[in-house]
């Protein structure tokens, strides 16, 4: 037998040429290319964002939309991707891949422009319904530039998360196994990157706008002329300093009708309206402020007029103008407001830091107002009605306990524009009548509960408002009542039919982009009065009727009332 040459023995022995794999990388997101899975689901994502919303959307803010909306598919297109690799599913070859990969670029290219480009007909659509100007045609271009500006952003942290994730598995990979290294080093960078991002960037964010915020409230506008009647809070004789009273506590003293200004549209005289502000600056704590604010009241003469406005202001304090000046002309002047700043901060951020802060404060006047209301005899004191718009109604529904009032219950409350958050909103409206709509919900018939918008009142035939009465101003289109988590993965009950008059019929329901529609809409809608989270001072004079029935209004009347504030 020959004897086996060395070479090919050698040659026997030594392993075979690693061939070129014909599966895809695992994650090609990481590399300079982007995963095709990823930019087919995120053009759907992309195209779904464009569609109409409740409200009309700027255009940058409509871009950073759909540039999230973008990085939202694109990420669940990759996840997808990665799992279907990892379970070793088929895969195509790589020549096959590639020709996959341009014809898939070039499709959702044509797709984005033309979406891109009826963008323009959905934004009208319900700018047309809110009679608003068209938007210009040049909007595709800059919400393209926009959105792909946007995406890259956030895919470019996306990679940085992933490159510092793989240097901490490599680096742990040598004191334990790799599997544990990889738990441990996603568990180590969500930690730096939420420590940089909240403990840096937010805080930073919310001490910027906490100075910015408090340096505007203590701006006084020298064209508010600083009050000289005695009775008025703000004077030299009120309890509560000028300068201690808040930016919005001084526009609210100093605005709304005066004696005259009534006196002329009523053709005789009328008295003065009161208004009694504390601002926070006037006291320590949210107590020693509604004592104050009782005690303000009470020496302007609050008491003593026919009915009492107890208003759960704003997060900046704001009292809505539309709502109080039309209160005040109805009930020709004899009424008297009293309101109680809680922060200087707005909406969003007072829920974000401050949230129980606002309910402290609506608490603690509440209990000062009707504690001393409900002591005075019943045939003379005022009819008493409390007041909120969007958050403040939050605080005035969280400012009492049922058991509290029942055996002496005040007259009524109306709330308009209520946040999805407003508990006793969310189980009327989950509770509601069978039929009704959830835009416009009838509660057991109407008796203690009920609902009005911009065309249908809160009137139901055959049906009894009790004496103690709630009334809830709420439009279709306003995101901030309308807005709900599970509105990512389930169609809301208001966009079926029959839908609101102020929602485009062009609506659509889409998963996690539709939550992203109305979570932009909630920070930056625009929308006129009479749409949207504006509420306009003419559905306010119908609510006010409804709800306190002032005497001697006669049509005619009402309609000059209207034109008034219309």
Known sequence: ?????????????????????????????LTLRLCIAGVLLGTVFF???????????????????????????????????????????????????????????????????????????????VRAIMGMEPVDRGLPILLGLISATVFLLVLGLTRLFWWVFRRLSLLLRRFIPARVSHIVGVVVTAWIFWSVIDGVLINTLLRAADRSFQQLDALIDPDLPVPTDPVQTGSEESLVRWEDLGRSGREFVA?????????????QETPAPVRVYVGLNAAETPEERAQLALEELIRAGGFERSVLLLVTPTG?????????????????????TVAVQYSYLNSPLVLLTQAEYGVQTARALFAEIYGH?????????????????????????????????????????????????????ANVTRERDRGSTQW???????????????????????????DFRILILQYASDPITFFSSDVAWREPDWMRQPRGPDVSPKLR???VVTMLHLGADMIVGNAPPGFGHTYAATDYIDAWLALTEPAGWTEADIQRLRERFD
């Open 1 to 29: 037998m020959a004897a086996r040459s060395p070479q090919k023995t050698q040659e026997s022995t030594a392993p075979p040429p690693a061939e070129p794999s014909s599966r895809p990388r695992l994650i090609p997101s």
């Open 47 to 125: 195209a779904f964002s464009l569609t109409p919303s409740l409200v009309p959307r700027p255009s940058a803010v409509q871009g950073v939309l759909s540039g999230l909306s973008f990085a939202a598919g694109y990420a669940i297109g990759a996840a997808g991707y990665w799992l279907w690799v990892n379970l070793h599913l088929p895969t195509t070859r790589p020549r096959a891949t590639r020709i996959i990969q341009r014809v898939a670029f070039a499709v959702c290219l044509l797709a984005a422009a033309t979406y891109l480009w009826q963008s323009v007909s959905w934004q009208n659509s």
């Open 255 to 267: 605005g709304g009708p005066d004696a005259e200004e009534l006196g002329a549209f009523f053709g």
């Open 316 to 336: 900046t304090g704001w009292v809505d103008p539309a709502a109080q000046d039309t209160f005040e002309y109805l009930h020709r002047g004899d009424t008297a």
């Open 373 to 425: 209301w409900r002591t005075l005899p019943k045939d003379t004191r005022p009819r008493l009605y409390l007041f909120g718009l969007s958050l403040g109604s939050i605080n005035s529904d969280r400012s009492f306990d049922l058991y509290d009032i029942i055996d002496d219950p005040f007259d009524g409350i109306l709330w308009s524009g209520p946040p999805f958050r407003n508990q006793t909103w």
């Open 440 to 466: 416009l919900p009838t509660f057991r018939s109407g008796s203690v509960v009920r609902f009005m918008n911009q065309s249908e009142g809160p009137n139901i035939p055959a049906s009894r408002w009790g």
């Open 509 to 511: 329901w889409y998963p």
